[in-house]
């Protein structure tokens, strides 16, 4: 993977008009009620999860609705570290996920911790860490946020608008297979 740009902010003023896909906001406007309801539905948490991660499948599917509503229900009332800690609870939810869902519920404060904008990120010395984007624990998803939202107040956008012009960008310019570093 290449540099396009001398720096990552002049990638971002570059990449500004990437649309959000189709699918994130069916979930948006599925997910539009969370904040004022305070929680989520079985059925929010379980398309949320299928959309990041469909793998762990089975495993959503064992978290009875009420569970997830009671570590909804306190999540979203909780600090940052916690929010995560508290999610990654449910079944089949990794700290990804767990940013998926924070992502739809609030995208103007949080966006997806994904293998592809880490990798950017890396390219561009914003971490020095994890080069492959892989295996990501509580602290390096609070560095990548702190990275996101210092860019997000920089342009005026949302944090998932940082992440998104950061993850399509890298699939631009990405050669050979993502997992392969």
């Known amino acids: 993977m290449k540099k396009e740009y001398p720096n990552l902010k002049i990638l971002i003023e570059n990449n500004l008009d990437t649309p959000e896909t189709a699918e994130a906001k069916k979930l948006f406007n599925l997910l539009h009620d969370v904040k004022t309801k305070g929680f989520l539905s079985q059925n929010q948490f379980y398309n949320v999860a299928m959309w990041k991660s469909p793998r762990p499948k089975k495993n959503y599917l064992r978290n009875p ?6 570590i909804s229900k306190s999540a979203l009332v909780s600090d940052e570290k916690t929010k995560i800690k508290l ?3 449910l079944k089949g ?27 950017l990120l890396h390219l561009y010395d914003e971490v020095k860490t994890k ?3 892989q295996g990501f624990n509580l602290n390096d998803y609070i560095l990548y946020l702190t990275i996101l939202r210092e860019y997000a107040r920089e342009f005026n956008l949302n944090v998932r608008d940082i992440e998104r012009i950061l993850f399509f960008h890298h699939r631009k310019i990405q050669v050979g297979n993502l997992y392969s570093k």
Request: no cysteine; proline share 5%; hydrophobic share 45%.
């Open 131 to 133: 080069p492959s984007g």
């Open 87 to 89: 999610l990654t609870e």
């Open 65 to 70: 609705e009420q569970t997830i509503i009671e």
């Open 93 to 119: 939810v990794s700290i990804a996920v767990a940013s998926a869902l924070l992502t739809i519920i609030d995208p103007e404060n949080y966006g997806i911790i994904d293998i592809r904008v880490w990798q």
